[in-house]
C-alpha cells in the first residue's frame, strides 16, 4: 500500500487545510468555554518541517482568544495538520513511523532524507506510539469505536490499514487525521497515572 504518495501533494495540503477550518469554525460557534464569549482569531505562528512547498497557511495554527476582557481564554481547536507542539506535521509523524514497522527498509531512508527527521527523533516517536498512545484518555475512549474492526497490534501501521484503503488515499488520509485530531490538544494527550498500589496519581500531560 502506497500511504506515502499523497504527502508529495501540494493539493493534499491545502486539502487538510480545509478540514482544520471546519474543526476551527465549530470551536468558534460554541464560543468561550468558561465565559460564553465571542472569540477571536489568535492564530499561532507555526513553522512546520516535512514536505518542501507548504501552502503559507502552514505558517500558522488557527487558534482563539476570548475577547471578554478580564477573561481573554485560549481555544485551539484540534487539527488534522498539526500534532501539538510538534514541529513535524502530523501526517509525517504516522508516515515515517508507520514506514518503520514495514519491510522496507529502504523507502525509510528516503522518507527521513527527504522530511529531514534524525534518527533519536524517530526513535522518540515509536515510544510514542508504543508507550503513551495507548495510555491517553483519547485512547481509551476511541478503540472502543474501531474495536473489534481489527486487532489493534502495532500503533500506528494498523491505524493506516483501518482508515487508508486503495483508491480513497486522501478521504483515507483526512478520516485518520479526523479521527486522531483531539490528541492535537492538551487534553487529549492527558495520561492516567496509576501509582503502585494501582491507585490513581495525578494526571500527568506529556508531550511527544
Ligand atoms: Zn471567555
Redesign the pocket.
Known sequence: MMYHKLLFDATFWAFLFTIDQDLAEASRAEQ??????HLHCANYPRKPRGPRDLPDEYRFRLSFC???DG???RVTPPSVRFLGRKVYLGAVVILVSAMRQGPTPRRVRELTELFDVDRRTISRWRDFWNEQFPTTRFWKVARARLVPVFEIVDFPRSLLAAFIHAGDDRDGWGKLLRFLSPITTTKGLEIKVSDDRGQPAEDARRGF
Request: glycine share 16%; with cysteine.
Open positions: 468561550c468555554p468558561s465565559c460564553g464569549g476570548c475577547a471578554r477573561c481573554r481564554k
